[in-house]
């Protein structure tokens, strides 16, 4: 796609992550689920050790989206993957391609990295991302579901 830059992010892009974490929020009418911070992304993004990665997508050089990612480990594989944790391209942006070439660099970070594959989840009513998922090969896991541990339940886990 002409025009689109994408690049690793930097500690000023912070403030623009975050910004697009509640988009992505709000799209996904999840507004009341944010809770990170800058300082959060600042220490998980570029502390030490750094958790988690992230680009941002550059349309005429100004943000038009993101992806942050972090690696996990396949125990049946022997090797770690690339977990996609997020991916968001602005509604006014999208359809031109901008999320492919997020995708087509993420599965070219995980080839480089020795990742034996890449994981992400969609919301099952997100049918437009769906599509896009299964035109560039994605396929869902079926009898997957993915648990979760958080807040009071999480704490009252780990003090019993």
Known sequence: MT????RLATPEDVP???G???ALAAFEH???EVQATEAD????????PARAEALIAE???????FSLWFYNFSTFRGRHGLYVEDIYVDPAHRGAGIGRKIFRFLAQRAISQG?????WDVLNWNSNAIGFYRSIGAFPLD???RQRLTGPSLTALAES
């Open 3 to 6: 025009g689109v830059t994408l």
């Open 30 to 32: 999840l507004e009341d």
């Open 115 to 119: 990742c034996a594959r890449m994981d």
């Open 59 to 65: 349309l005429g050089g100004k943000p038009a989206g």
């Open 143 to 145: 009898g997957w579901t």
């Open 16 to 18: 623009t992550i975050l």
């Open 20 to 22: 697009f974490v509640k």
């Open 41 to 48: 992304f600042h220490d998980s993004l570029f502390g030490t």
